[in-house]
Antibody, heavy 122, light 108 residues
């Protein structure tokens, strides 16, 4: 079974750093891009960025470029999303998801991790 | 940037009735469109990709249609477990993916 398992909920203060994780299993982790998606409380889905664990090629949404860093450690089949200085506005649920393609680079996201809730409050 | 819009924002439907959800792209995305279902407290789940192909394990009452800029998700006979928020997403503009704002399907 293809699975993405994310790290647990975090409560942080503004200005603190944070790195959350997404561990893949049941498939070749280095052969599929992994994307990250933000969902602020009561709001919709926002695509943040995507990484290819095979060579760590990373692309960001313009809205999130410079705000977060996406990385991966292929030796342990894990992708990461990190912040160097959190703000209250970073409070949200964060999902990772596997990018699936057939022949072309155009692909959808399946499956999704269970989500990591990040709360930033003083 | 491709902007996705969805209508209506909320759809009130009785169990057993048909639900029709719309998604529009600001420019053509060909058939590179997916639909996801999200229930409260859960992660999104893929329903449809390629505008009309059901994902593995998705019941036949879910169907997708459209191409270019206009897309539709139809749920032929709503079951209690189908009350959720539905998002469309374009993936034609690699590597920029955009979601629609969602349509909430609730019980009438």
């Amino acid at each position: 079974e293809v699975q993405l398992v994310q790290s647990g909920a975090e409560v942080k203060k503004p200005g603190e750093s944070l790195k959350i994780s997404c561990k893949g299993s049941g498939y070749s982790f280095t052969s599929y891009w992994i994307g990250w998606v933000r969902q602020m409380p009561g709001k919709g889905l926002e695509w943040m960025g995507i990484i290819y664990p095979g060579d760590s090629d990373t692309r960001y949404s313009p809205s999130f470029q410079g705000q977060v860093t996406i990385s991966a450690d292929k030796s342990i089949s894990t992708a990461y999303l990190q912040w160097s200085s959190l703000k209250a506005s970073d409070t949200a649920m964060y999902y990772c998801a596997r990018h699936v393609t057939v022949v072309t680079p155009f692909g959808w996201f399946d499956p999704w991790g269970q989500g990591t809730l990040v709360t930033v409050s003083s | 940037e491709i902007v996705m819009t969805q209508s209506p924002a909320t759809l009130s439907v009785s169990p057993g009735e048909r639900a029709t959800l719309s998604c529009r792209a600001s420019q053509s995305v060909s058939s590179n469109l997916a639909w996801y279902q999200q229930k409260p407290g859960q992660a999104p789940r893929l329903l449809i990709y390629g505008a009309s192909t059901r994902a593995t394990g998705i019941p036949a009452r879910f169907s997708g249609s459209g191409s270019g800029t206009e897309f539709t998700l139809t749920i032929s006979s709503l079951q209690s477990e189908d009350f959720a928020v539905y998002y469309c997403q374009q993936y034609n503009n690699w590597p920029i993916f955009t979601f629609g704002p969602g349509t909430k399907v609730d019980i009438k």
